[in-house]
């Protein structure tokens, strides 16, 4: 952990630069991070203690430049403090070290696995994630975990993260319209979450076959009603005949008694 030997006088997350003002070399540097924010935008809709930031200044000291990781989260800090959002995230206005960084590799090389990995361990980051789908022979994401002030690396893809309820892992797919390996959430089952694109796809998926539910429950009470109709048709046109027959059969009576036959006495 950081030792803090902090000045008097404090400035306030205003009064700072809310980067380092350098800007990303690769797309993959904003749209990774992005991906997993939008996922939490849906997934903690309900939650307001937690901030994912991406390329948001991390203030330790006054007097030194931010550590601007590519994205990191914060748990148990207000989601939003004022309309205005914040400009950076000053760790003695926080009180709260992110519990988790990522850092997307580019193809400009700026020291993820050795000076970043050791500043985000002095600050005490629990998980340091760094993603490069440049890596040829070694696995494209790694988790590092602290342990005993030490970063030990994490095996898997997911990797379950148990602090923060998620798991983190890579996996192709499509996003902004480009078919290629994207970072996710997982659950503990291993389970990827849905991107927005792909839960509003299965929310109107969802729509339209419940829709076909109701039309073809309509078709049916529809045809339910028609056999009923059916039947009432062929019961009224079985009473009719009865009433025929009846008919007949007091013709034929009133007949024979006009011939003199008894039709109570016909053996």
């Known amino acids: 952990m950081l030792e803090y030997n902090l000045p008097r006088y404090l400035p306030s997350a205003e009064e700072l630069p809310d980067s380092d003002e ?15 924010k939008a996922i939490l935008l849906i997934l903690w809709s309900e939650r307001m203690d937690w901030l994912f930031a ?14 601007v990781p ?12 004022d309309e205005e959002l914040r400009p950076s995230y000053v760790l ?24 970043k990995l ?13 993603y490069s789908s440049r890596r040829r022979r070694k696995p ?13 690396l994490q095996g898997g893809n997911p990797v379950w993260l148990p602090e923060i309820g998620l798991g983190i892992g890579c996996e192709r797919g499509n996003y902004c319209g ?38 073809q429950e309509a078709q049916r009470a529809q045809q339910e009603s028609q056999r009923a109709q059916q039947e009432a048709q062929r019961a009224q046109q079985e009473s009719q005949r009865a009433d025929v027959a009846e008919q007949r059969v007091q013709k034929l009576v009133e007949q024979l008694r006009a011939l003199g036959i008894d039709p109570d006495n016909l053996a």
């Open 70 to 81: 590519d994205g990191f989260l914060s748990l148990e800090v207000e989601r939003f403090y």
């Open 22 to 36: 350098t800007p990303v070399d690769n797309e993959l540097q904003e749209l990774i991070p992005g991906l997993l």
């Open 118 to 130: 050791n500043e985000y361990e002095a600050l005490g980051v629990l998980y340091y994630v760094i």
């Open 92 to 115: 003695w206005d926080e009180n709260v070290v992110p519990i988790f960084v990522l850092e997307v590799v580019s193809q400009n090389y700026r020291k993820e696995y050795t000076t």
């Open 140 to 152: 494209h994401l790694e988790v590092h975990k602290l342990v005993n002030g030490k970063y030990e």
């Open 178 to 215: 480009v078919m290629r390996e994207w970072m996710y959430w997982y659950d503990e089952q291993g389970q990827r979450y849905l991107t927005p694109a792909e839960q509003v796809k299965q929310e109107t998926l969802r729509a339209q076959q419940e829709s076909l539910r109701a039309q």
């Open 54 to 67: 991406i390329d948001m200044g991390i203030y330790y000291h006054p007097d030194k430049p931010p550590i």
